[in-house]
């Protein structure tokens, strides 16, 4: 019995302690369970945190994209406003420039002649009465107008006889009268020797202008576009020269005409009157052209209003 009875206890034992040990085990089984369920929900919650998180960096991504696209353009607008700066330091400096420079011309005119400032005063104070001025320059364009037209006229009656209309022209043009005579009349071919008819039509001209004195008289040599070159003329601008200087030696030895009323000009090639790709135009363009006009002073005398009513 006794023995019966200690292994009944030892077996109440043994099966108590496993009871025990299986309810521990139970315990922390629950416990760790707990455990887990919390770090799963926290895990979760992080999860959800961190996606927050990947948004928020997109966005600040985003942002700074824009931030970086404003700071682009802002530096192209500064550039672009250094330069329309630098533009007007440019203009500013252009017009301090014209401003000196006009300033220069100021104090130039300010150094102008007691007599010569005289009469600006006194046509500026003959302008503040501009209506009957005016009238009396118009007076003066029509005594001009009409001096012209006679002076016109005259040469036309004294060269109609013995000289082809097609080889000299008379025209008005506004203050002078000019006649174009075709260098065939006047000129041997290529070069500024006068031939002997020459003296025909240029001794009528000298007629007209020894009975005007008040005039002046320009003479002026046109030629065509062909090359010359040989011993006696260089170019065509030498052979324009040449032409018109012998012409005025012509009026001025064998007609008496005073040299000082006297003026020789080449034109060369330049200041045609048809193209040059023809035979007729290049015979247009070679010609003598005499210029009759008033004597620059005349003209000084318009803008007097003492002389202008003369």
């Known amino acids: 019995m006794m023995n019966f009875s200690k292994k009944s206890s030892l077996v109440f034992i043994l099966g108590f302690g496993l009871l025990m040990t299986s309810c521990v085990s139970k315990k922390q089984m629950a416990a760790l369970q707990s455990e887990y369920d919390v770090a799963n929900e926290q895990l979760g919650k ?22 970086q696209g404003e700071l682009n353009s802002a530096k192209s607008k500064v550039t672009l406003r250094e330069e329309q700066i630098k533009d007007l330091k440019d203009q500013i400096i252009d017009s301090r420039n014209l401003r000196d420079k006009q300033i220069s011309q100021v104090d130039e005119l300010t150094n102008l002649s007691k007599s010569t400032s005289d009469n600006i005063k006194e046509t500026l104070s003959q302008l503040e009465r501009k209506d009957k001025y005016i009238n009396l320059l118009q007076a003066a364009k029509n005594r001009t107008d009409s001096i012209n037209l006679a002076l016109a006229v005259n040469l036309k009656n004294v060269l109609k006889d013995g000289i082809d ?25 290529g070069s500024s020797d006068i031939t002997p008819r020459a003296n ?7 007629q007209i202008v020894s009975s005007r004195p008040e005039l002046e008289v320009m003479v002026e040599g046109y030629t065509d576009s062909q090359p010359i070159n040989n011993s006696c003329v260089q170019d065509n601008w ?19 005409i005073d040299p000082n009323r006297l003026i020789a000009a080449g034109r060369g090639e330049y200041n045609i009157l048809a193209s040059n790709d023809t035979a007729e135009g290049r015979a247009t363009n070679r010609r003598t052209r005499i210029i009759i006009l008033p004597k620059l002073n005349q003209f000084y005398d318009l803008l007097n209003p003492n002389l202008a009513k003369k």
């Open 46 to 67: 992080c999860g959800e945190s961190l996606n927050d998180y990947m948004a928020r960096l997109s966005n600040c991504k985003e942002e700074k994209a824009k931030l």
């Open 165 to 189: 209309d097609q080889d000299v022209e008379i025209k008005v043009d506004k203050t002078v009268v000019f006649v174009n005579i075709s260098d065939k009349m006047l000129f041997t071919s």
């Open 200 to 206: 025909e039509v240029l001794g009528k001209i000298a």
């Open 238 to 256: 030498d052979l324009s020269v040449k032409r018109a200087t012998s012409v005025v030696r012509i009026l001025q030895k064998n007609y008496g």
